[in-house]
């Protein structure tokens, strides 16, 4: 009973922290209309930045410099604002394709690094000794993953709430008067730039969090966790949950894990251990074709966004 | 050193330059990133894997590995990789693009079927790498210390044919001025009676023979395996992007400025700064000249 409880205890930390990113995403896709092809890479930015700056000094790592919890998360958040920034003020003004190139170039540039730069990442081992908030406090795994959980829920809250103040803010319908009509804003005197570039790095930044929630839940990093399919998996959170609505976000998040987990105990129970990798196939195999079905018919999402109209057309 | 360096950089970057090819086509031509070009380029080199399956690698000719059988898998796996870029195009882009969908649909839909192609080559052929062929090359020494093997000579003579052919084809033939008339633009060429549609199926059917050819090199020096397309993306879209899209002689320089700078980059640095190379060219280019070396000022 136990087991199955901290599974799910488990299951929920990790939901939350997509549910973190693919708000971000929501806030870059739908509400500022920016593709973010690199999801992954901010991610790992965040995550790597989180590790280096927190974990215990080890002998052969030039990073690990011991700081506190919350020093790691801002250095984290950071770090993904200025890889943001670069990218969205190389790319923002030209083609809107240009940003999904960039930033998918962050993703795999990132990959590779982590991979090869062993003397700051561990390389392909990775590294552990990441500084867990209150986890001397918290000494079983289950008190300390049902503590997290907590905390991983307050802070979804507090982005989920802030993200609504912000939306409904004269900032947030700027955005959205941008991605509808982009000559429009600029003639009632808005940079549509700016606008996006902003978007672009709060979005960016999110995600940057997250990976420095999920390693200092884990306590440990390593290349393997931060897989380009990651990318795919928050985009498919955000196009079935409806872009543009933060709870169908989260709700999407919730429903694309769900079935991906699952999926994963069905493939491992049901194929020989000859063919997990046929298995695996499979299983984005699946997830690939109801994405292009998606787009190809039922572009709005499972929930959709809201149809936001003057309120001087209900008066 | 230093020229075996520059021997090695010119024969990755004309592999990279027949890829970046149709990725710069695309971004001119169909207008859109496409993410899914990458796995043209696998399909390709298993297409001809398969082939080879079926007739052999041949003898060898000479002092390359495989004999004439791999050049007809190589040709049948172009036109056939072509005809599945017209298919994907047929069953999923065309239908966004009659209903008007933006270029970023396109692009999340060439994301998806991204996963789908790589995957189907998983399932299809396991996880692992394979070879065209086991043969042992000698490596031959061209000038003062560079050592080039006989199949690097053939990919490189192969390239130079295709290039120059292609640069015949679209500046002689009528869908090749077509193509090139909708690359400027698309608006015009309808008015002028080019069919659109027309021009679109055939600059699916070239990017899909030219990744193919691309894959099957790849493939002989030395292997194949799921991600040989989607671990070369990135330098495509540099190489595409560097040289100016839509423009043949910027992609094939873009692709051996691309394979060069990596190169030299690793024997001059370290091979960490090799694998960001094409990422830090990306980003100089769209911050110094984002229209690249040769496209024109939009």
């Not at chain 1, 995403?25 to 280096?52: D, E, M, P, R």
């Not at chain 2, 990755?12 to 796995?39: D, K, M, P, Y």
């Not at chain 2, 696998?42 to 690698?57: C, E, K, P």
């Not at chain 2, 992609?251 to 190379?277: D, F, P, R, W």
Request: with cysteine; charged share 10%.
């Amino acid at each position: 009973m136990i087991g199955l409880l901290s599974y799910f205890v488990f299951f929920a930390c990790v939901v939350l922290i997509l549910g973190i990113i693919a708000l971000g995403l929501n806030l870059q896709w739908g509400y500022t209309g920016l593709f973010n092809a690199g999801v992954v890479g901010f991610y790992a930015i965040g995550a790597y930045t989180h590790a280096v700056l927190t974990a215990l000094p080890k002998a052969d790592l030039i990073g690990n410099f011991g700081l506190p919890w919350i020093v790691g998360v801002a250095g984290a958040m950071l770090a993904c604002a200025i890889a943001a920034w670069i990218v969205a003020l190389a790319t923002i003004r030209l083609r809107d394709d240009y940003l999904a190139i960039a930033t998918f170039g962050i993703a795999t540039t990132i990959q590779l690094v982590t991979l090869n730069w062993d003397r700051l990442t561990g390389g392909s081992n990775g590294f552990s000794g990441i500084r867990r908030p209150l986890s001397d406090f918290f000494s079983t795994p289950f008190s300390f993953n049902l503590w997290y959980l907590a905390l991983l829920s307050a802070i979804t809250l507090l982005v989920y709430v802030a993200l609504d103040r912000m939306l409904h803010s004269p900032w947030g319908r700027v955005l959205k008067a941008i991605r509808e009509d982009e000559t429009a804003a600029i003639a009632l005197g808005k940079s549509a730039t700016q606008f996006r570039i902003q978007a672009f790095v709060l979005g960016s930044m999110l995600m940057g969090l997250a990976g420095a929630l999920y390693v200092s839940f884990i306590g440990f990093v390593s290349p393997f966790d931060f897989l380009p399919i990651l990318t795919f998996q928050i985009w498919a959170m955000v196009i079935v949950g409806g872009s543009g609505n933060n709870k169908g976000v989260l709700l999407g998040a919730l429903v694309v894990w769900g079935m991906w987990a699952g999926s994963g105990v069905a493939v491992a129970k049901l194929v020989p251990p000859a063919y997990v990798a046929q298995g695996g196939a499979i299983q984005v195999i699946l997830i690939g074709v109801l994405l292009v079905v998606s787009l190809l018919f039922r572009p709005g999402g499972l929930i959709g966004e809201n149809v936001t109209v003057s309120r001087s057309v209900h008066g | 050193m230093l020229g075996q360096t520059i021997a090695d950089g010119i024969l990755t970057g004309a592999i990279i330059a027949l890829g970046a090819i149709g990725v710069s086509f695309g971004l001119q031509i169909l207008r859109f990133a496409n993410f899914a070009h990458s796995e043209l380029i696998t399909w390709g080199a298993y297409l001809a894997l398969a082939f080879v399956g079926f007739f052999g690698v041949g003898t060898p000719i000479g002092p390359v590995s495989f004999g004439w059988q791999l050049i007809l898998a190589m040709l049948l796996a172009g036109l056939l990789t072509g005809v599945l870029a017209f298919i994907v195009d047929a069953l999923v882009y065309r239908r966004l693009r009659n209903r008007g969908a933006s270029s970023l649909t396109l692009v999340f839909a060439s994301f998806g079927l991204a996963l789908i192609l790589r995957h189907l080559i998983i399932l299809g052929f396991g996880p692992g790498t394979h070879a065209y062929t086991h043969e042992l090359q000698i490596a031959i020494e061209v000038w003062r210390g560079i050592r080039i093997l006989p199949d690097q000579i053939f990919i490189l003579a192969a390239a130079i044919i295709v290039v120059a052919g292609l640069h015949l084809y679209l500046t002689y033939s009528r869908t090749g001025i077509a193509m090139r008339a909708m690359a400027e633009s698309p608006a015009l060429a309808r008015a002028c009676g080019v069919k659109v549609e027309s021009v679109i199926r055939w600059t699916w059917m070239l990017s899909g023979a030219l990744a193919a050819m691309a894959g099957i090199f790849l493939g002989l020096t030395p292997q194949l395996h799921p991600e040989m397309g989607s671990s070369l993306l990135l330098e495509l879209f540099a190489a595409a992007i560097l040289g100016g899209v839509g423009s043949l002689p910027g992609a094939v320089i873009g692709g051996l400025l691309v394979g060069l700078s990596e190169n030299v980059s690793a024997l001059a640095i370290s091979t960490v700064y090799k694998t960001a190379m094409p990422f830090i060219l990306l980003l100089l280019v769209l911050f110094i000249r984002p229209q690249g070396l040769f496209g024109k000022k939009s």
